[in-house]
């Protein structure tokens, strides 16, 4: 008969192989029963990790924002300061077309309009004036600045259109400045605001620079009134006369008030 020590250590460690083979036979069991009792403490931590996550994620998102904030910020000031100088500009801009337009006045009758609109093809311009303030056709128009610009070709109730001088249908008498009594010929436009001095007597002396003014032979335009600046003379021999590209005295692309000469 065997002890019974020896007998219990038997009993033991065959209990021990039942656990371990019943533990692995089990083991899907083993795990999903763990899983089962700690899924609503894993949930929790889970939760807590993803706040914690969206917490951090919602420190950046408002940095990020705090920044773009300052951006903005910045901007507007920026656009408050351009806004500020562009109504300081807008004002000096009135003021000086009211100077100008007293000093014109002393010479002519004059009403004053905007600039709505630009034709290049046409060397044509539009205001915001027409038959309602008393503009009619071939009236004679100047810049601010007492350069001719054109005459109206075109007049509706409240607008009318300009050609410019540089337009292919405009020519009218003009001369050029010089220590003499002066040099006339015939200013032509030559279409895209290009402008020449043409039937000039090939004896003439002209040079390059010298300034060229309305001669008010035909009744449209105003005497004196300047034309623009002789920059290229070309000469013929085969021709009595010479001609001479002028550039105009106004710039069209910062031409936004006119004045239109109803009387002088």
């Not at 030559?190 to 035909?218: C, H, Q, W, Y």
Request: proline share 3%; no cysteine.
């Amino acid at each position: 008969m065997r002890p019974p020590l020896k007998r219990n250590k038997i009993l033991i460690m065959g209990v021990t192989i039942l656990l371990v083979l019943s533990l692995n036979f089990f083991q899907k069991e083993v795990k999903n029963f763990f899983y089962l009792i700690s899924f609503p403490i894993q949930k929790v931590l889970w939760q807590a990790g993803d706040r914690t996550s969206s917490f951090f994620e919602i420190i950046v998102e408002i940095k990020e924002l705090k920044t773009e904030n300052e951006k903005l910020k910045l901007k507007i000031q920026e656009l408050l300061s351009e806004n500020t100088e562009l109504k300081e500009l807008k004002r000096e801009n009135e003021d000086l077309r009211k100077a100008l337009e007293i000093d014109l006045k002393k010479d002519f009758k004059l009403i004053l309009a905007d600039v709505s609109g630009k034709d290049a093809l046409e060397d044509s311009v539009l205001i915001n004036k027409g038959l309602k303030e008393g503009i009619l056709k071939d009236f004679p128009v100047i810049t601010p600045q007492r350069t001719l610009l054109g005459k109206i070709d075109e007049v509706y109730e409240n607008f009318s259109r300009i050609t410019l001088i540089s337009n292919k249908n405009s020519s009218f008498n003009a001369k050029i400045i010089t220590a003499d009594n002066g040099v006339l010929g015939v200013v032509r436009g030559e279409g895209n605001f290009r402008v020449i001095f043409d039937l000039m007597p090939r004896e003439a002396t002209v040079k390059e620079g010298s300034s060229v003014v309305t001669t008010g032979f035909e009744g449209i335009f105003p005497e004196g009134i300047l034309v623009g600046e002789i920059k290229k003379i070309e000469k013929n021999d085969v021709t009595p006369f010479q001609r001479a590209k002028v550039e105009p005295a106004f710039n069209i692309k910062e031409l936004n008030a006119v004045f239109i000469i109803s009387d002088f």
